[in-house]
């Protein structure tokens, strides 16, 4: 694997950590980052299926950049309604995906991946 900036170095330890009892998918950017992804991800039983993969990248500029976008499984709403705004279908990375868009303009100096990766589950879980 091609080196990680220490900060995403730090980030993605803190993700796989966090995220224990799941795999966690992690392949250099080429460019000191890292694309990060989860697997069983649990977004609840307003979808089918409920639990899918989530993923992203870190950026070298970690901790000093947004983690944006992020991107799941496509799943479907139980109820047949549409996933709504921030919502988009598309492919990533060679997956069928859907693009959940939740970028955090107002970033506190606490931010990090797993606040972060937390936030946009509990977000799409909720819709």
Sequence with gaps: MTTLTPAVAEAVAAV??????HS??????????AI??????DFGSR?????????FQIDAACP??????????RVARTDGGAHGEG??????????????SRRSN???????????AERVITWFATR
């Design 36 to 41: 990060v992804v989860i697997d069983n991800v």
């Design 64 to 73: 000093h950049s947004d983690i944006y976008p992020f991107y799941c499984g």
């Design 106 to 116: 107002r970033r506190n100096g606490l931010d990090n991946a797993v606040l972060k």
């Design 87 to 100: 919502v988009q279908t598309m492919e990533w990375r060679a997956r069928p995906a859907l693009q959940l």
């Design 16 to 21: 796989r950590a966090h995220f224990a009892d």
């Design 24 to 33: 966690v998918e992690v392949t250099a950017d080429g460019a000191g980052g």
């Design 47 to 55: 979808y089918t299926p409920q639990t899918t993969w989530l993923g």
